[in-house]
């Protein structure tokens, strides 16, 4: 049977039709579901977190690799089909909750790193949020491949020196190696969503990628430089959340030798470091 008309059984079934507060364009694509599975490297070592398991298309190819299996769905009409379709299989779990309300510490405690994987085809609604959920728990994941829309997946990836490149872009790549491993289409889903979505697989760093003194500075003075991005870097950050005069900031920049009339979309992570610690050093 195809998945859409799984899809539509579910609701002849239910009487639920997919919930669209909830993110609900299920996968319906048959061909695509093994190539996910193995872009995110399951093995059957593996503990596997899928979040938002939806009507199990993805589970099903799962469950046949990992050694672990732990399915997160917040509504409970999926949870029952789930729940008979998983529940005899050794090793799988299902977790009826908002995964953004859940403590994911227990879970991982019987796996090395490297063998817990989470693969989710999020919600767009909470897609960003759930990632950075993911990303605090670096010392237990090894990699998440995670569903965005498309828009969403370019800013993830992107490098200095492009239009894409911004806040979310150096966020991540402190905590994570960033990739798109897959486009896909609208018509991949159903319901049809409006927009395209992108696949990427993050793979967490076990420590950040640079060493900072102060995160909270770090991270205040990557908002302001983006925040005001067409400014010059000087008078961004002058204008942002950070509180700094001007003769503490040109200081900064001479120490470090950065002109400050550079625009912070052309800055790599690795220089947010070395200003953010300057100021510490300064300030203190
Ligand atoms: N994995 C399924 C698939 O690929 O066909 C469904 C994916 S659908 C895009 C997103 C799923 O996440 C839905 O089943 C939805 O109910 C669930 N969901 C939405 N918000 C959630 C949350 N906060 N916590 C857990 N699951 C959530």
Redesign the pocket.
């Known amino acids: 049977m195809s998945l859409k008309r799984k899809v539509h059984d579910f609701v002849c079934h239910t009487g639920r039709y997919p ?1 669209k507060k ?7 694509d048959a061909n695509i579901l093994p190539k996910i599975v193995s872009e995110a490297g399951v093995e059957s070592v593996d503990l596997v977190v ?10 099903s190819e799962i469950v046949q690799i990992a050694e672990k299996t732990v399915a ?4 409970s009409y ?1 949870c029952d089909t789930l729940h008979e379709q998983f529940s005899k299989i050794p090793n799988f779990t299902l977790i009826e ?4 309300q859940l403590n994911l510490s227990n879970l991982f405690l019987d796996y090395d790193r490297k063998n817990v994987k989470i693969i ?7 897609s960003t949020p ?1 990632m950075w959920k993911l990303l605090e728990y670096n010392q237990h994941i090894g990699s998440c491949l995670l ?1 965005f829309q498309k828009e969403v997946a370019r800013r993830i990836v992107a490098s200095p020196g492009s239009k894409d490149y911004g806040a979310l872009s150096i966020g991540i790549d402190y905590y994570a190696k960033a990739e798109i491993v897959l486009h896909l289409s609208p018509n991949q ?1 159903y319901p049809v969503p409006k927009v395209s979505s992108s696949l990427v697989k993050l793979t967490l760093r076990p420590q950040p990628k640079v060493l900072v003194k102060d995160e909270v500075l770090f991270f205040q003075l990557i908002r302001s430089a983006f925040q005001f991005r067409r400014k010059m870097l000087r008078n961004a950050i002058g204008n942002g959340c950070v509180s700094l005069d001007m003769k503490q900031m040109d200081r900064v920049f001479t120490t470090l030798k950065i002109d400050s009339d550079r625009r912070g979309e052309t800055l790599y992570i690795s220089e947010f470091a070395e200003i953010a610690n300057t100021f510490t050093e300064i300030t203190n």
Do not use: C, K, R, S
């Open positions: 919930n909830l993110g609900q364009n299920f996968l319906i899928e979040i938002g398991a939806g009507l199990g298309f993805l589970t997160i769905e917040v509504d999926l909750e908002d995964v953004l989710g085809n999020l919600p767009y609604y909470a759930i569903m889903f």
